[in-house]
């Protein structure tokens, strides 16, 4: 029998403690149910508890930042690079959660349920972070995907989430057995499965043989999907708007963010592989940003733009990693800190207005300036930075993946990368218009305590990320840092 060290569990408490927090949600909820049948109220206490699990884990990941070690033979790497990203996983879920709580009785009595799967999916993809190893990374990746079918299906009263689900379920499967086939070429080539072996392997080939590089391009394919990256974002408008908009916002952004974080550790192996990979993301990037863009104009449902606005800032996001310099990859994690703060204030408006309307359509914020001043303020902001205008965190992370590229002569992608954020203004300025100029009901808008302390921290982070970007710079340099010292 293996003897594991006790030590080790100490480098995995965050992922144990989420993974406890998900269990518990589920006992609690048999002991104490959170809804009542009799009354038809539905407790927020399981809110409560999966925001007080994830902060614990949050805790747990301050002692170990700064820590470079391997566990399990190298299957699993704790460096600066996992804890940023640990924590970026674990924010984006309190915030989420935050802006669901008066959301998500709306359209299921089974809440408890709703945030133990919120915590699994947060806990495949901090493993998937860690994950350095072939058949770890395909069991993380399966531990984030299979809870995020069941959320988009959620609204089982919606025949719109039913479609959604059934849509992300095929795209799993296809993206699945893409990465699958890959790794099987790459494994059954070189013999082994840790990416640091792979990496030494690689660089002591005189010649690399053209199955490990169809394995390479299958396995990056099959992450292309999940970060919905063009030419493989096609599911992505539909499954946005039929998901419950809570989990629309957690897939906007933790989603796709776990896919960036396992295809960071996986090209830094690839990389000697004799193909031009600044010139496969560069395209990348360039269609993503375009087809985003010019796909969001015409939209008239808030959700689907957004959703073609998550393919266009998926593109900005490959700037950084078509540059793949310590300076690009650190650009790459400023970015993914800004598009959080500013795409979930974004989503938590859509939920705040969608409860007191009903409506998704973006004409249903027409006169919202005078329904609530301060919601159509906090969403002009959200989508101010989204669009990258100065002094809001989006400016910033444009500018510093646009230098990153600029740096290492990727110009043609700066130059792709600067139009489209011009074209992106126009569309962005169409749902200021709407609520600024347009009529619309006269009696005022509520918001929850709950959706306005997330909006509040998410535009907090707009700001600050924007003013005074130095110190998430420096973390996020750090954290970049850590890949490039491996």
Known sequence: MVQVPVSTYYYLLPEIIVALTGVGLLVADLIWPAHDEATGHTGTWPAYLAIFGLLAAAVSVVPIVGVTKTLFNGIIEID??????????????????LMSVEAVPKFTRWTAEFYALIAWTILGSMLLASAAELFTIFLSLQLTSLPLIVLVGYAKRDPRSGDAALKYLLLVLVSTAVLLYGMSLIYGSLGTSTLSEIGVKLATQKHIEP????????????FAFKITAAPFHYWVPDAYEGAPTPVTAFMSVGSKFAGFALALRVITAAERVPLDWRLIFGVMAALSMTLGNLGAIRQTNIKRMLAYSGIAQAGYLLVGVAAFSPQGISSLLFYMMAYACANLAAFAVVIIVANA???EQIKSYSGLSKRNPLLALALMTALLSLAGLPLMAGFMAKFFVFVSAAQVGLFWVVAIGVINSVISVYYYLQVVLVMYVGEGPAEPLRIDRHA?????????????????????????THAAAALFGR
């Open 211 to 222: 199955v490990i590089v169809l394995g390479l391009v299958l396995l990056l394919s099959g």
């Open 452 to 476: 306005a302390t997330a909006l509040a921290v998410c535009l907090a982070g707009v700001l600050a990320l924007g003013i005074m970007p130095d110190t998430a710079m420096v973390a996020a």
């Open 357 to 359: 309307t009903g409506s």
């Open 80 to 97: 600066q690079l996992s804890a940023f990203f640990q924590l970026l996983f674990i924010g984006i879920g309190v915030i989420v959660i």
